[in-house]
């Protein structure tokens, strides 16, 4: 299936991070169908979507969406508790769920069973193994990663994880939507033997010796900060935004 062929996405699990992409999605032209568990919770994302210091509301505000746009994308969201309405027809689904290895795995079996057999199924894991995810289904060469950063409507890059199995048109496929959302798509490797996400194994490295060198009374925390920040161009230091 080509980029051009999807039309319409399910994501299933639309917490912290699903409710945006939803947006994303939606906004880049996509019919959305969100489901989660409870209507408490669909209420919740749809709250997020609209009125979230990154939601719609706030970007027609500062004028980086027009309201017709707001409008149109909003229309094209749905959402519904029942995991065969999201998925029946989709071409495309992105899960969101917590990240529970064995609940993935059995949200990966039942999404499989439900969608369409041309569907792609991807996860916004950020670090479970995605060649395990789609084994757990009969259709492994159309299943990948793509994994958001937060918060997602901001930030441009689509880490893209693959495994040894993924059909070439399905990346194809993937990374020309994440163009169409605005982001800047790379692709890398899944691999049994080593972990393939990049930018948390490196964000990790970094988080470990910052805090080691903080424990080691080398410098303090905001001294760790400053020093990135002034010496690497670091748009901001490994302590700052955590409590
Ligand atoms: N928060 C981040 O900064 C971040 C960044 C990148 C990737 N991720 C990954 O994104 C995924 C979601 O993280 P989050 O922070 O949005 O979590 P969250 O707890 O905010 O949201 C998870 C949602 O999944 C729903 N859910 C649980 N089981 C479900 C099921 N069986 N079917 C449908 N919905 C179900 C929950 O009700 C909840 O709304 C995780 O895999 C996480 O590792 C998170």
Redesign the pocket.
Known sequence: MSAADVKTIAV????????VIAQVYALSGYSVRM????AA?LD??WDRIENHRFGVKRAVEIGRLSRDDADAALERLTATTD?EEATSGVDFVL??????FG??V??FK?VDRLAPPHAILT??????SIAALAHATNRPSQVMGW????P?SVMKLAELVVHDGVAPETVATVEAMARRCGKNPVVVKDDIYHWGFVA?RIYGAVRREARDIVAQGIATREQVDQIMKDGFRWPMGPFEGIE
């Open positions: 299933t699990g639309v917490g912290v991070m699903g409710a489901h989660d568990l409870s919770r919740w994302a995991l899960e969101a769920v917590f990240e529970d609940l993935k059995d949200v039942a996860s916004n894991t950020a670090g479970l994994h958001w950063f937060q997602a948390n």
